[in-house]
């Protein structure tokens, strides 16, 4: 069973930057494949960013550019690096994790509870 915990979320203005943080426990990162997605009000949830076990990485067109994903597997714990934020970057953003490359699909087996974001204009 995999644990996952977010945490870096809060309120920022436009243009400025966050760090997320997703602490995985009873599994190594290092073969997980793993992503972050968001969801806002009244919205789907959407995949943002996914990174495989080896190192590659995918990303939304809404935030390539902006938003990194990486991750120490020394440490255990999935980042994203969100930068130039913008208004409609406001969302719950969430990490999950699974054995499967699911690339920016919501078919993650493991996934945390959540951590919010919000930008001002």
């Known amino acids: 069973q995999v644990q996952l915990v977010e945490s870096g979320g809060g309120s920022v203005q436009a243009g400025g930057s966050l760090r997320l943080s997703c602490a995985a426990s009873?599994?190594?990162?290092?073969?997980?494949?793993m992503g972050w997605f968001r969801q806002a009000p009244g919205k789907e949830r959407e995949g943002v960013a996914a990174?495989?076990?080896?190192?590659?990485?995918r990303y939304a067109d809404s935030v390539k550019g902006r938003f990194t994903i990486s991750k120490d597997n020394a440490k255990n714990t999935l980042y994203l690096q969100m930068n130039s934020l913008k208004p409609e970057d406001t969302a719950m953003y969430y990490c999950?994790?699974?054995?499967?490359?699911?690339?920016?699909?919501?078919?993650?087996?493991?996934w945390g509870q959540g951590t919010q974001v919000t930008v001002s204009p």
């Open positions: 009873g599994y190594s990162t290092s073969s997980l494949y």
């Open positions: 990174i495989a076990s080896v190192g590659d990485t």
């Open positions: 999950a994790a699974d054995r499967i490359w699911w690339e920016l699909l919501s078919r993650y087996n493991y």
